[in-house]
């Protein structure tokens, strides 16, 4: 059983930067693939962005050239680089595991079956 812990949110003005952190309690293997989703209020779960083992990414059209996903396998962790953030990007972020994954990583939240608790973004 795989647990994710997220960090690294807070307050920023527009404009600003923040980078997410995910911790994975175990190796998450060939195979799989990892990302970042977000809740905003009155709005559905969104995918921002997913990665898989490879390298291979699928970004959301909203944040990219914006946002970056990244991942340390030898820490078992996955980042988010979040640059010239925006008011519409505030919402509860959450970092999810796939654990059979096709390529490219979809960004649909219904294909994750592991999901941290999330860690709030606020842009204002």
């Known amino acids: 059983h ?4 997220e960090s690294g949110g807070g307050s920023v003005q527009a404009g600003g930067s923040l980078r997410l952190s995910c911790a994975a309690s175990v190796v998450i293997g060939s195979g799989a693939c990892v990302g970042w989703f ?9 995918g921002v962005a997913t990665i898989d083992s490879d390298g291979s990414t699928t970004y959301a059209d909203s944040v990219k050239g914006r946002f970056t996903i990244s991942q340390d396998k030898a820490k078992n962790t996955l980042f988010l680089q979040m640059n010239s953030l925006k008011p ?7 970092c999810a595991a796939h654990f059979v994954c096709f390529r490219p990583p979809p960004l649909h939240p219904s ?3 592991a999901w941290g608790q999330g860690t709030q973004v606020t842009v204002s």
């Open 38 to 46: 977000r809740l905003a209020p009155g709005k559905e779960r969104e």
């Open 111 to 113: 294909h994750y079956n």
């Open 88 to 94: 519409e990007d505030t919402a509860m972020y959450y």
């Open 2 to 5: 795989v647990q994710l812990v």
